[in-house]
């Protein structure tokens, strides 16, 4: 079996704690020598069972597919990434001009603005495209609701993000409207 190599060391760090395998390994390792036990580990394990994760992995054999195959929090090169931040920004455009078409000078149709919606919901890792899609289903002129595809990982902090801030007995954030008089 091989790891793929998007897999960084801090990754399988994060893994190996999330899924609680008995793997002993030190800061200092390598990633090489990260990969190896991690590898030997899913040989001697193949029957084993996992507990409940954010990773929906519940199994060795399920394990070995997820590390088989490109990591999921690496899919973006620098290049692709800044073509879906200026889609992004393109989209904010058009909805701070109204989401009226024929003001905003970045998109002649309505069709235009769906298309480039649909292509970066892919990302909802990057919080650009969650907050575009938050903007658009508030506004939205168009047909769709348009939900942002998080990794199990970033569902994750955003959870926990939010429990937080609705268990701190410090922090009360309300979300509504607030009317000032002044006399």
């Known amino acids: ?69 490109k990591n999921p929090k690496k899919s973006l090169s620098v290049k692709e990434k800044q073509n879906i931040m200026s889609i992004c920004k393109n989209i904010l455009n058009y909805i701070n001009c109204g989401c009226i078409v024929e003001v905003c000078p970045c998109y002649n149709t309505h069709q235009e603005v769906e298309d480039d919606m649909l292509y970066i919901i892919q990302w909802g890792d990057i919080p650009s495209v969650r907050r575009v899609c938050r903007l658009m289903n508030k506004n939205k002129p168009l ?18 993000k939010i429990d937080i801030h609705s268990t701190s007995p410090y922090l009360l954030v309300k979300k509504e409207k607030v009317l000032v008089h002044f006399d």
């Open 1 to 69: 079996m091989e790891i793929h190599k998007s897999f960084s060391k801090n990754d399988m760090i994060q893994l190996i704690n999330d899924l609680r395998l008995l793997i002993v390994f030190s800061h200092a390792d390598s990633k090489a020598t990260l990969q190896n036990k991690l590898i030997k580990y899913v040989e001697e394990h193949i029957e084993d069972k996992i507990p409940n994760n954010y990773y929906d992995i519940y199994n060795i054999r399920q394990l070995q597919l997820y590390l088989r195959n």
């Open 143 to 160: 047909k769709d609701h348009y939900n942002p595809i998080m990794s199990p990982q970033v569902k994750k902090q955003l959870d926990e």
